[in-house]
């Protein structure tokens, strides 16, 4: 009687795509994927930022901070392109070449990640309602660690794929360029007003404040010293959060 029984039992595992190569275990694949890069932590932290917004916007009946929501929206982009490169180098490892749409276009939103620990100061005591001062910063201090998180993720994706197709020592070299470049982009989001699609749609003047400093640093200390002090800051997060799980990964892949 046994041999009977197992045979459904085999066919019903194969038929939900167990053992086949059904939608299922596709689904399976995807989810195993998502789950790797901590797409389903990541979400929950967003969620959790954008509740607290729309609950502060219930009990006041405004949306004073509504732009934090398009800040992390944006902080999300980088993210979604890193999925986009472990996918391609996943699913086409002898195709380099189509990394580099999606690289390029993480490294361009890549400051819009940490960036969200800025908004900081928009937060300001409220009079006669001391609790909304401390709901405030606890909401701003979730919307910054999502920010930071999804951007330290995505830089370990990118470190993995770089050493995948060179070696580690250059991926590591390119996590320290990818920090400098980082800060320099959060200082030009907040203080210059400049965008990531600005690189496309305004490069002239774009170029001319980049290039600024190069001709009389000394006149931009302290601009090259907050460039400095984000990007450090940047690559300590990327350090505490993913760096050493990510060698741990890397390590495994070899």
Do not use: K
């Not at 939900?16 to 389903?40: I, M, N, W």
């Not at 490294?107 to 928009?122: K, S």
């Not at 200390?221 to 959060?241: G, I, K, M």
């Amino acid at each position: 009687m046994s041999p009977t029984r197992t045979t459904p039992r085999t066919t019903h595992r194969a038929t939900f795509g167990v053992t086949s190569g059904g939608p299922f275990d596709s689904l399976h694949r995807l989810h195993r994927f998502l789950a790797e890069q901590s797409f389903y932590p990541l979400l929950l932290a967003s969620a959790l930022a954008c509740g607290l917004l729309a609950l502060r916007a219930l009990r006041l009946h405004n949306w004073d901070y509504r732009g934090f929501i398009w800040n992390l929206i944006l902080a999300w982009v980088p993210y979604g392109a890193s999925l986009w490169v472990a996918r391609t180098r996943l699913g086409r490892p002898g195709r380099p070449w189509l990394l580099l749409l999606p690289g390029l276009i993480w490294l361009a939103f890549l400051p819009n990640a940490p960036y969200l620990v800025t908004d900081f100061i928009h937060i300001r005591p409220r009079p006669g309602m001391p609790w909304l001062y401390w709901y405030d910063l606890v909401m701003m201090a979730v919307f910054a660690w999502t920010g930071c998180v999804l951007g330290a993720v995505s830089l370990g994706i990118m470190q993995r794929t770089v050493a995948d197709q060179l070696n580690r020592l250059i991926g590591w070299l390119f996590v320290l360029g990818a920090a400098g470049l980082c800060g320099i982009g959060v200082y030009l989001g907040r203080f210059g007003r400049w965008n990531s699609w600005d690189v496309l749609l305004n490069p002239r003047a774009l170029g001319t404040d980049l290039l600024a400093p190069l001709r009389d640093p000394t006149a931009y200390l302290r601009p090259l010293a907050l460039c400095a002090l984000f990007a450090a800051f940047f690559l300590v997060s990327y350090l505490t959060l993913v760096g050493r799980v990510g060698a741990q990964h890397q390590r495994a892949e070899e």
